[in-house]
Nanobody, 121 residues
Framework: QVQLVESGGGLVQAGDSLRLSCAAS????????AGWFRQAPGKEREFVAR????????YYADSVKGRFILSRDNAQNTVYLQMNSLKPEDTAVYYC??????????????WGQGTQVTVSS
């Protein structure tokens, strides 16, 4: 089991930056891919970004590419999502997730409780 706890959400203005953190516990975190998803009111949860076990590889949704940066510190068992140039459409609950993933279709096994990000115009 992996437990994930997000933090860092809040209310910001358009154009501002915010950094989300996801602290993991329970297993060796470096054995897991980590990712971020978000869910806006009335919408389905969507993929934001993911990072490889070592942190050497990242992948972003087109909607955040060039604005968000995903990184991890395996010594601290923490993943960071740096969000820059925030837009009102980034408003959502952001969830951290983890998976062991060994190929094939992505399936995220562990989830945090979410942190609210609100961007005002």
């Amino acid at each position: 089991q992996v437990q994930l706890v997000e933090s860092g959400g809040g209310l910001v203005q358009a154009g501002d930056s915010l950094r989300l953190s996801c602290a993991a516990s329970g297993r060796i975190f470096s054995n897991y891919y980590a990712g971020w998803f978000r869910q806006a009111p009335g919408k389905e949860r969507e993929f934001v970004a993911r990072i490889s076990r070592s942190g050497g590889s990242t992948y972003y949704a087109d909607s955040v590419k060039g604005r968000f940066i995903l990184s991890r510190d395996n010594a601290q068992n923490t993943v960071y999502l740096q969000m820059n140039s925030l837009k009102p459409e980034d408003t959502a609950v952001y969830y951290c997730a983890a998976t062991e993933y060994y190929g094939g279709e992505w399936s995220w096994d562990y989830w945090g409780q979410g942190t609210q990000v609100t961007v005002s115009s």
